[in-house]
């Protein structure tokens, strides 16, 4: 079992940055790929970034491409995304992704950006 725990949300203006960061807990040594998705009120659940375990290979979303960097401390089994020029349509809440055999989540940090 993996346990997947994200912090860093909360609220900032448009143009702001946040850190989001994500611990993993557990067995984590199959990991293949982690990432983050979001989830605005009232859309689906979308893809924002996602990078693989071992080589670091990363990909984004159009919509977040050359503002967020997603990156990886393997050691300390942490995952973070690096949000820069916040626009209002960022606003979501925004979930870690593991994945293996089979698929983890955690359980979403709130991010608002205010216009």
């Known amino acids: 079992q993996v346990q997947l725990v994200e912090s860093g949300g909360g609220l900032v203006q448009a143009g702001g940055s946040l850190r989001l960061s994500c611990v993993a807990s557990?067995?984590?040594?199959?990991?293949?790929?982690m990432g983050w998705f979001r989830q605005a009120p009232g859309k689906e659940r979308e893809f924002v970034a996602a990078?693989?375990?071992?080589?670091?290979?990363?990909s984004y979303a159009d919509s977040v491409k050359g503002r967020f960097t997603i990156s990886r401390d393997n050691p300390k089994k942490m995952l973070y995304l690096q949000m820069n020029s916040l626009k209002p349509e960022d606003t979501a809440v925004y979930y870690c992704?593991?994945?293996?055999?089979?698929?983890?989540w955690g359980q979403g940090t709130q991010v608002t950006v205010s216009s």
């Open positions: 992704r593991l994945v293996q055999s089979r698929v983890y």
């Open positions: 557990g067995r984590t040594s199959s990991t293949y790929a």
């Open positions: 990078i693989t375990w071992s080589a670091g290979t990363t």
